[in-house]
């Protein structure tokens, strides 16, 4: 699969079937067994594919040295990710967002600068593309390794979830990811806490502003996804901030309502600016270790000093990872596009590094 406009496109190797976006069980790869019980991993390998990691690993261990428990909120693991029958019963400070809507401060919902589209892609793919995509400049984050939802797990099953996820994009591009987006959205103080001691940065979608594309062809149709995305730019020039979106492009049918209905119409939307998060966040450090290929082009954030022009003709301004400009949706699925913010779970890591399809 090849990724369709660099953006903001989190992998992960499950494939989800949620309603409203993390309410039913995944749909995993088919014939897929978990183990039941935990054995050593040899030595370069990695955890079960769609599955959650064994904490008893001796990775993971090191792992949890990284996190003071002491200072993270106390709360009860939530039952696949449901909001209980009471949701008034929930601690306000608790801040879940599958339940409460609660954003906390940190939380990147939204670029700044109003016209501005946060251009991201939940999905999977392989280790060649993920290359590609890094060497191009776009901008790759973390989906975690079984697509699971988070609140649901423990402390030290959250901490195997998005380190082992960072190992594998490292061991292929060999920087480790800041962003990171919770599966389904599904993240509470508890979630953020940990995920935040080991230097991650939580990003989810503006609320409101999912495409459904996750839902064909179950209650969703590429029309209906088209017409949800012409809804919003009823609303965009309205708006004081600019938007992330929810998209994927884990299935062919969300690759091409993304290529043949989406993209054509913002291209021929003035006044919109398509940017990966970092790019309208004005963050031209990405990665851990710095900016990587990541090139912040200047004076197109919409950070707090950036400012976004558009063409003012025939589309959106679109921003590339490598610092350039771009206003043409002609060209192959992956050279079409504009800066990306790859999400990057397990999926799109770990396929070819252990030959599984």
Known sequence: MVKILPTLITVSLSLSVVFAHGLQDLKKRAGLV?????????????????????????????WLKLVDFTKTPVYPPSVKGECPTDVAS???DRCWWTCQKCEAPDDVTFCPKAGTWGLTYDG????????????????????????GSMTSLSNEQIVAELMWTQKAIFDIIGVNPIYWRPPYGDVDARVRNIATQLGFKTSIWTQDFDTNDW?????????????????WLVKIPTMKTGFIVLEHDLLPAEVNVSLTGILPIAYATK???????????????????????????????????????????????????????????????????????????????????????
């Open 215 to 231: 839902n064909i062809p179950a209650t969703a149709t590429p029309a209906t996804v088209v017409a949800t995305f012409k809804s």
């Open 271 to 357: 006044g919109l600016t398509m940017e990966p998060i970092a790019q309208c966040l004005n963050d031209a450090k990405p990665y851990k270790e710095g900016a990587g290929t990541f090139k912040l082009l200047p004076g197109s954030g919409g950070g707090v000093n950036g400012t976004t022009g558009t063409n003012g003709t025939t589309g959106p301004t679109v921003v590339n990872g490598n610092g350039k400009n771009s206003t043409s949706a002609a060209g192959s699925a992956f050279a079409t596009t504009t800066s990306s913010v790859l999400m990057a779970g397990v999926g799109l890591a770990i396929t070819a590094l252990i030959s599984v399809c």
């Open 90 to 92: 929930i601690p306000k």
């Open 34 to 62: 978990c183990p039941t019980a935990y054995a050593p991993l040899a030595p370069g390998a990695y955890p079960a594919l769609d599955c959650t990691p064994f904490v008893q690993d001796p990775q993971v261990q090191a």
């Open 124 to 147: 999977t793919s392989y280790p060649e593309t993920l290359k590609r995509a890094y060497n191009e400049g776009h901008q790759i984050a973390v989906h975690t390794w079984s697509h």
